[in-house]
């Protein structure tokens, strides 16, 4: 039952990034909110690298058939997937005043929210799916392998709480409702690991599917939302530098504890 709790690690991040919003008086400074954006796309690229494409070749190579090709179709899936959802969803990035997704009533907070829930969405997947692997047995990816992974993900998503509760507060919702906001778009995160987990048990073959699949939808959070929004405007050095920052504590964290 302890191990269960890897999964929270990530939902605890978000929900204390999104508790800054009462301590924080005014908008977070652009040039940290670049470096932090930077960092969480880091974090995720290494995750989906180290964390799920690696060992879902590895995984693979024990099946029969070339070690790359679960990867490549899970990767794309899972690509393919977010795209869908992307195109679906009503939601609006941060510093945009135009909303994507399908037409919708839905306010401007609103939308905010369903952003970042949607880019939390993989995050909680690619937890659940190491979890599962390691619960499963018969591959190298252990317990302290999710362990890794769910830490990463959860220093990165304590900027990304403050990061969407501090504009929701600046929009002219209250500190408890802002705060109440970052913490719902991250009950999407133990939600996916647990239907991942439900969903991966069943027949370990396709395993490296999933891992490849969430890798793929963490891919497309990053390079559809977290590297233009730190490289819009001036100082795109720094979301650079907080991307490098975030990939070698990720690939550390992995290889250390993993």
């Known amino acids: 039952m302890k191990e269960f709790m890897i999964l ?6 978000t929900s204390l990034g999104a508790a800054m919003v009462f301590f924080m008086k005014d908008e977070m400074n652009e040039k940290v909110k670049k470096l932090l954006l930077g960092f969480a796309a880091g974090v995720m690229i290494a995750a989906s690298v180290w964390s799920l494409l690696i060992p879902a070749i590895d995984l693979a190579g024990e099946q029969r058939g070339p070690s790359w090709l679960p990867a490549l179709i899970g990767f794309l899936l899972g690509v393919g997937f977010l795209l869908i959802l992307d195109t679906i969803i009503p939601h609006l990035h941060l510093d945009s005043d135009k909303p994507e997704g399908v037409p919708s009533k839905l306010s401007k907070t609103s939308m905010l929210v ?24 018969g591959s190298n990816i252990t317990m302290m392998s999710a362990f890794a992974l769910a830490l990463g993900i959860a220093i990165q998503n304590f900027p990304e709480g403050a990061i969407i509760s501090m504009p929701l507060r600046n929009e002219g919702a209250s500190k408890k409702k802002a705060f109440l906001y970052g913490v719902g778009s991250g009950v999407v995160e133990p939600v996916g690991a647990v239907i991942t987990i439900l969903l991966a048990k069943q027949v370990m073959p396709i395993l490296p599917y999933f891992l490849s699949f ?45």
């Open 114 to 137: 369903l952003a970042v829930t949607l880019h939390n969405f993989p995050e909680g997947m690619a937890v659940g799916v190491t979890f599962a692997g390691a619960m499963l047995g």
């Open 214 to 258: 969430a890798a793929g939808a963490m891919i497309y959070v990053v390079i559809e939302e977290l590297i233009p929004e730190s490289q819009a405007g001036e100082h795109s050095n720094i979301g650079t530098i907080g991307a490098a920052l975030g990939f070698a504590l990720m690939m550390v964290l992995d290889v250390a504890l993993g």
């Open 8 to 13: 929270l690690i990530p939902f605890v991040g």
